[in-house]
């Protein structure tokens, strides 16, 4: 077991002893929920509900996509295979574009491959377990998951973890 676990676990039970003097049943149950064979695809949030960019879009429609929703960090996929590139923040975007001082219509034509990424934000297979997700949710926002051909399928986000964790101590 790693120290995310215990943490997590730590957390959950903290959350429960705080908010109620006895636990009834239903609320115990939260600490099983969260063991080693816990299927990560119950905490999915699916690519139909994600907003994520094409590998062939510009930074342009990229920075528009990303200001329209308010995102710190989304994911890249390739429009024709449907697999998983990689993810970028906004922290990319904002240190390629003071380093290179390019006008907005050079960011019409710019490629959104021209920009690196700051960090590796590694996908999971869907048959990846807990601990693993654990490892990863604690650094990111969220952690896209792959299918075993490596085509992006989702999400999870750190929220759900969160809830999955605390049940229905944390309000909406």
Do not use: W
């Not at 051909?149 to 309000?171: P, S």
């Amino acid at each position: 077991m790693n120290r995310y676990f215990f943490f997590f676990h730590k957390l959950a039970i903290f959350a429960l002893n705080y908010h109620a003097k006895e636990p009834d049943f239903e609320k115990r149950e939260i600490c099983c929920k969260i063991g080693d064979d816990m299927n990560i695809l119950f905490l999915l949030l699916p690519k139909n509900q994600v907003d994520y960019l094409f590998a062939d879009f510009t930074v342009r429609q990229a920075l528009e996509k990303l200001e329209a929703h308010r995102y710190s960090m989304i994911p890249i996929i390739d429009r024709k295979s449907g697999k998983y590139e990689r993810s970028l923040m906004e922290g990319d975007f904002l240190y390629y574009l003071t380093q290179h001082q390019l006008s907005f219509s050079e960011l019409e034509k710019l490629p959104l491959v021209e920009v690196p990424a700051s960090r590796t934000i590694k996908a999971v297979g869907v048959n990846c377990q807990i601990q693993e997700l654990y490892d990863k949710i604690v650094d990111q926002n969220f952690v896209p998951v792959i299918d075993d051909k490596g085509v992006f399928i989702g999400i999870v986000t750190r929220k759900a973890v969160m809830r999955t964790l605390l049940g229905d101590q944390i309000h909406q």
